[in-house]
């Protein structure tokens, strides 16, 4: 199971639960689109884009607490940086993965209890 650091998001929402259970619902409400949007750019190899897309979810991800989904997009924004296409091909689908479990993960915050 993957942690969430709902400090960190806290930290980020100036304390205020709402506002934090505000922003985690909008990062899962994302997922598909960014998802699609990733996948185009690495469909099409165009690395430029790639990196634009996983440096927002890089951000999105440390907002709300996501650290390990934060950290490894910015390993693939990195990549995409470097033109480095074997790390970009053997990272995705990690990343991808990794995505869908923090989404799963953030749905479970018990809000009431931060």
């Given at each position: 199971?993957?942690?969430?650091d709902?400090a960190?998001?806290?930290?980020y929402?100036?304390?205020?639960?709402?506002?934090y259970k505000?922003?985690?619902?909008?990062?899962?409400?994302?997922?598909?689109?960014?998802?699609?949007?990733?996948?185009?750019?690495f469909?099409?190899?165009?690395?430029?884009?790639?990196r634009?897309?996983v440096?927002?979810l890089?951000?999105?991800?440390?907002?709300v607490?996501g650290m390990?989904?934060g950290n490894?997009?910015?390993?693939?924004?990195?990549?995409?940086?470097?033109?480095?296409?074997?790390?970009?091909?053997?990272?995705?689908?990690?990343?991808?993965?990794?995505?869908?479990?923090?989404?799963?993960?953030?749905?479970?915050?018990?809000?009431?209890?931060?």
């Amino acid at each position: 199971m993957i942690s969430i650091d709902t400090a960190h998001g806290m930290e980020y929402s100036m304390d205020d639960k709402d506002m934090y259970k505000d922003m985690v619902g909008i990062f899962v409400e994302q997922r598909d689109q960014n998802v699609a949007d990733i996948k185009a750019a690495f469909e099409s190899k165009d690395w430029d884009n790639y990196r634009i897309k996983v440096h927002g979810l890089k951000s999105n991800s440390r907002l709300v607490g996501g650290m390990d989904l934060g950290n490894l997009a910015e390993k693939c924004e990195h990549a995409a940086r470097d033109k480095d296409e074997t790390l970009i091909v053997s990272e995705t689908p990690n990343l991808f993965e990794l995505y869908n479990q923090t989404v799963e993960a953030l749905k479970a915050i018990d809000f009431s209890s931060l």
